[in-house]
């Protein structure tokens, strides 16, 4: 059980990139990290606009000259500072990611990128040798794999509990965007437009989700070839809003995933179920302290975070015990404690050994968007991947 007390002897020194006011993501970045005191905010480029960067990272007790009007001038006086920043968070739009990242890591810092980590493979690959060229840590922002019960499934599934996967069914598939919102909203507007989402929309923005979850809980499986179906339903979108993705594992199983935003009445609609031939598993986002096992011809089981029957790396997760429901706050703080402890490896030369949505994870998530795009754009061709 994680107690919060920090495991390092002294905090990391942490900045951000983005997060600021009117953020999407930026509060629960700066909870999670800060919540086991592994890490301390100590400088931001926080905002497009300066002065509102700099007033809100004032508020957020952070030295009002480490308050940078943009990532480049952070990077370069922090390195001059006997005590500049260690890594950095990125939290701004997909179209920003890549070159963001790569001076991150040119400037020798340890990296939490917001996904998708760039809109190329070959982009995507650059970035994975630089990070290892450099020895730095560089986590991809996958935040629904810090939840304790994807730890129980990724243990269930290498201790057979399951058998042999067959099919491997998963969605993310809300409603939120299922009108124009985008006339209205900023925050969405980016989404929808190709230089500044990339090649895609709901591929890249819910989608990915599901194919990190999938080589978190799988990762004896990978994708042998897809084919893929999108859409656009709502008039004058450039980007689809629907996608239909159907794989093929090198083990024989099967593969579908549902990427989606116009999923009429679905407040969020993201779950998974992932069949074996002697039981199944199912999960889903909006209740994740339960993780169903359906064992063939016993009774449905539906098993408890936190209960005394996990698997122990899985109750290493919890934070407050049975019974109290946990949610995406504390599936963040796991990954930051992750980030810390792999920091802390890498910089004493230790290998890492336990799984976090690395690099690698980043060119994956990457390359099935640019895989499916290809697919779909050649009348739903099978393609190799």
Not at 127 to 143: C, D, H, P, Q, T
Not at 152 to 160: I, K, L, P, S, T
Not at 167 to 181: E, L, S, T, Y
Request: charged content about 25%; aromatic content about 10%; glycine content about 8%.
């Amino acid at each position: 059980m994680i107690d919060g007390e920090r495991f390092l002897e002294h905090p990391i020194r942490w900045g951000m990139v983005g997060g600021g006011r009117g953020s999407q993501i930026g509060y629960i970045h700066r909870s999670s990290a800060l919540r086991d005191q592994n890490f301390e905010l100590v400088a931001g480029a926080f905002d497009i606009d300066p002065e509102r960067g700099r007033d809100f990272g004032i508020k957020c007790n952070v030295d009002p000259a480490r308050c940078y009007p943009d990532y480049k001038t952070m990077f370069a006086e922090e390195a001059k500072r006997p005590d500049g920043i260690q890594a950095v968070s990125i939290a701004t739009p997909n179209f920003t990611h890549y070159e963001i990242a790569k001076a991150a890591l040119e400037a020798g810092l340890h990296v939490y990128c917001e996904k998708p980590m760039c809109f190329w493979t070959k982009d995507a690959e650059e970035l994975e040798r630089l990070a290892k060229e450099k020895n730095r840590v560089m986590f991809v922002s996958y935040g629904y794999c810090g939840h304790q019960m994807i730890e129980q499934a990724r243990r269930m599934v290498e201790n057979g509990d399951l058998g042999k996967i067959r099919i491997v069914n998963m969605q993310f598939a809300h409603g939120a965007h299922n009108v124009a919102v985008e006339k209205k909203s900023a925050s969405t507007a980016w989404r929808v437009n190709p230089k500044k989402a990339g090649p895609a929309y709901v591929l890249g923005d819910v989608g990915t989700h599901m194919v990190y979850l999938q080589e978190a809980i799988l990762p004896h499986m990978n994708i042998k070839r897809l084919m893929c179906s999108k859409q656009t339903f709502v008039e004058g979108r450039p980007l689809e809003d629907n996608a239909m993705t159907i794989m093929e594992y090198d083990n024989g199983a099967i593969g579908y995933i549902w990427s989606s935003c116009v999923n009429a009445g679905s407040e969020f609609g993201a779950r998974f179920r992932i069949v074996g031939e002697k039981a199944s598993i199912a999960w889903d986002v909006e209740h994740p302290n339960q993780l169903h096992y359906e064992v063939q011809g016993k009774p449905q089981c539906t098993m408890q975070r936190a209960a005394s029957y996990l698997y122990d790396t899985a109750k290493r997760d919890d934070r407050i015990g049975g019974g109290h429901p946990e949610g995406l706050f504390e599936s963040w703080s796991n990954l930051y404690t992750k980030f810390a402890h792999a920091i802390d490896k890498c910089e004493k030369g230790e290998p890492i050994d336990f799984w976090y949505p690395d690099v690698h994870a980043g060119v994956l998530g990457v390359k099935w968007v640019d895989k499916c795009v290809e697919s779909a754009n050649h009348d739903s061709k099978w393609v190799e991947f």
